[in-house]
């Protein structure tokens, strides 16, 4: 990079200017994690929009970590977001902004600028494919009072959730651990996750209707799109983004639950994909895919550093073939890819979502009929019907 433009990025991209942070404290922001040493002030030249910051102390050794504790921030152009660590709570507190305004005139004056490390703007593609649905408000309704996101508070939260056998465990865990002790942190309220019925139950219906509807969350996902979303499905996918990424940047059992929801919901659903909502199912998962394809990487990389809860979630409900992501996938791939009429665009994606695990994990989805799998040639009468729609499918930001 010239230097010429790499001036204009200090000038016009948003600064996070971190003050006091110990050594060998991780800070993160979106894809990205370091570990701070003695001159480390903060990160420069960040891309406008939204973004995940968090961060972990550690001992003195710089081996051992606390759980993290990590905030969404939406940065607005040349804007300095100012944190600063408080040693007793080992977290980034916020500043007055009498205080915040001075240091950032101090930033804009580059007096800080030896002392920030730039942002990889290599890895910001993948963080837009991680959170391109998140906005402003959906930071406002979803994130706990005070912002910060952190499994030390999530305790009472999951004791009463249904949980798999990793899943209780790791809750277990929580309560022993020195940090879930009764204080001011155990006060803090959760997310405000928009609430998944795991069942549907309706009184006045038959067996059979009952039956049909948990076969089929056709109803529920519609329900809740009219009472909870407002009808804007972009809500929807949003927070399956947001607890995304609280979960595996910030470590967050109560994301991870939330996520799980999500997912079970939409691959729950039969008639919705292939006749009323074929672009929200499309979108969604070209959303899961970028979200395992990233999961998948992140696995494989070095996970010594803060990060073996959220991945012991990953091998149980990721990458087991008993998981329940693989028995649902197994089900829509099955209702897609043998369906007489489906969209252009989730037959695409629903092929490179089944390409992925089975080339990633040696997933093998193996149905019913011979057809699954199969491609066809145009002429064949046992191809099935792909329809396209009108309106061109944005592969970026949502479509306004």
């Avoid at 003050?19 to 922001?29: E, F, K, N, R």
């Avoid at 800080?112 to 290599?122: A, E, H, I, K, V």
């Avoid at 990424?245 to 292939?274: D, H, N, R, Y």
């Amino acid at each position: 990079m010239d230097p010429q433009t790499a001036l204009e990025l200090v000038k016009h991209g948003a600064t996070l200017l971190l003050l006091d942070v110990p050594q060998y404290t991780l800070i993160g922001i979106d894809t990205q994690m370091f570990s701070s040493g003695p001159n480390f002030k903060g990160i420069k030249m960040i891309p406008p929009g939204v973004h995940f910051v968090y961060c972990s102390s550690s001992n003195r050794e710089g081996n051992q970590f606390s759980p993290i504790i990590g905030f969404f921030v939406d940065a607005q152009p040349s804007q300095v977001i100012v944190r600063k660590w408080d040693k007793n709570e080992e977290r980034l507190t916020k500043l007055s902004e009498e205080e915040e305004e001075r240091y950032g005139d101090s930033v804009k004056r580059m007096e800080f600028d030896r002392q920030l490390g730039p942002y990889t703007l290599s890895a910001y593609g993948d963080w837009k494919r991680l959170s391109n649905y998140i906005t402003k408000d959906t930071i406002e309704r979803i994130e706990p009072i005070g912002g910060e996101i952190t499994v030390a508070c999530e305790v009472d939260m999951i004791g009463n959730s249904p949980k798999t056998a990793m899943e209780k465990a790791l809750a277990e865990q929580l309560k022993t651990r020195k940090f879930s002790e009764p204080g001011e942190n155990s006060q803090r309220k959760g997310c405000y996750y928009t609430p998944i019925p795991r069942l549907i139950k309706h009184k006045g219906i038959c067996a059979e209707e009952l039956t049909s509807l948990n076969l089929d969350k056709t109803q529920l996902l519609e329900s809740l799109l009219v009472q909870d979303y407002g009808g804007t499905e972009d809500l929807l996918l949003a927070e399956l983004q947001f607890a995304f990424i609280a979960f595996l940047m910030g470590q967050s059992l109560e994301a991870f639950m939330q996520w799980k929801l999500l997912v079970s919901l939409l691959l729950g659903c039969t008639e919705a994909p292939l006749r009323t909502r074929s672009q929200l199912f499309t979108t969604f998962i070209r959303i899961i895919y970028y979200q395992l394809k990233y999961g998948f990487l992140k696995d494989h990389q070095n996970t010594a550093i803060a990060e073996k809860g959220a991945l012991a979630l990953l091998d149980e409900s990721w990458l087991s073939a008993d998981s329940f992501l693989h028995h649902l996938c197994k089900d829509f791939f099955s209702l897609v890819l043998e369906a007489q009429v489906v969209d252009g665009e989730l037959l695409s994606w629903t092929r490179k979502l089944k390409e992925l695990l089975e080339d990633s994990l040696g997933w093998n989805f193996r149905q019913n009929s011979a057809v699954d799998g199969m491609y066809f040639e145009d002429d064949d009468e046992f191809a099935p019907v792909v329809e396209m729609l009108d309106e061109s499918f944005n592969d970026g930001a949502p479509v306004s």
